[in-house]
């Protein structure tokens, strides 16, 4: 079946409102030809969701397993993917992030950024966003709105290319990045530590130090998370339990503190 016949087939679906999920989410069990054979890009992907519906807000509880935008539409729109499903959102993809990062455990993006780059022993720039139960990787800057997020825990395979790298997700989904292969996987790393330090603090079971962070972050069990996470224990994580916690509200009483000094015109 070729990607135009595949696209007619999840057309007639969505056309029909078939296998739509909460009104304005489409499941994407009628993709599964289409995803077998194609590697999706923000170009391309918009060829899909000009057959779909825009919602105004995804779901942000679920998890999530990539947001990009969608080029065609300034940028202006983003794919967001879950485990069975779709949504076609009228939001940047930074806006989503700061949002999830709000709703799950109500903290400021900007004062969680700067916290979580005090646990890398060299100040990193692409910050992974992490609740308990994932997190997502930028493949990026944080703050740029072509920026793709995905997250780690659910990537199957990564396959470097000539120009590029595909990247697919345990639910078949392939997706094309502008990175090389090894990036990837440091970045995945980088991911795994961000989300042991969010986990450790806002979840309360006790945990062995030698339990490995494979099974302390419920990953999904594939050849490149393992191979990641195949050396990494429960003591890896940077610092210790609370450290998190005490620095954010640290650094989100001195934020403040500018904020007000800065609306005042005073010179700390």
């Not at 090389?180 to 995945?188: A, F, N």
């Not at 986990?199 to 494979?214: I, K, Q």
């Amino acid at each position: 079946m070729t990607f135009s016949d595949s696209l007619v087939m999840v057309q007639t679906y969505y056309t029909g409102e078939k296998e739509i999920l909460n009104k304005y989410r489409y499941s994407i069990s009628p993709m599964k030809d289409l995803m077998a054979q194609c590697v999706f890009t923000p170009h391309n992907i918009k060829k899909l969701t000009d057959h779909i519906k825009p919602s105004i807000a995804p779901n942000y509880l679920d998890e999530i397993y990539a947001i990009f935008s969608i080029a065609g539409y300034d940028y202006n729109k983003s794919f967001v993917l879950y485990k069975d499903s779709m949504l076609f959102v009228d939001l940047l993809p930074n806006h989503i992030v700061k949002e999830m990062l709000r709703i799950h455990l109500n903290l400021d993006s900007e004062t969680y950024i700067q916290t979580i780059q005090s646990f890398f022993k060299k100040k990193i720039k692409i910050v992974p966003i992490a609740t308990t139960n994932f997190s997502l990787l930028p493949i990026g800057s944080n703050t740029n709105k072509h920026t793709i997020w995905i997250n780690a825990g659910r990537v199957t395979k990564t396959k470097e290319k000539r120009f590029h790298s595909i990247i697919t997700f345990d639910n078949g989904f392939q997706l094309s990045v502008d990175r090389v292969e090894l990036r990837i996987q440091e970045l995945m790393k980088r991911g795994f530590l961000s989300h042991g330090v969010i986990r450790r603090d806002f979840t309360f079971n006790a945990v062995h130090p030698t339990t490995h962070l494979f099974d302390f972050l419920n990953v999904s069990s594939t050849e490149v998370t393992r191979k990641i996470l195949k050396e990494l224990l429960y003591r890896d994580i940077p610092d210790k339990h609370g450290d998190f916690l005490a620095r954010y509200e640290s650094n989100h009483r001195l934020l403040h503190r500018k904020l007000i000094f800065k609306e005042l015109d005073i010179e700390e």
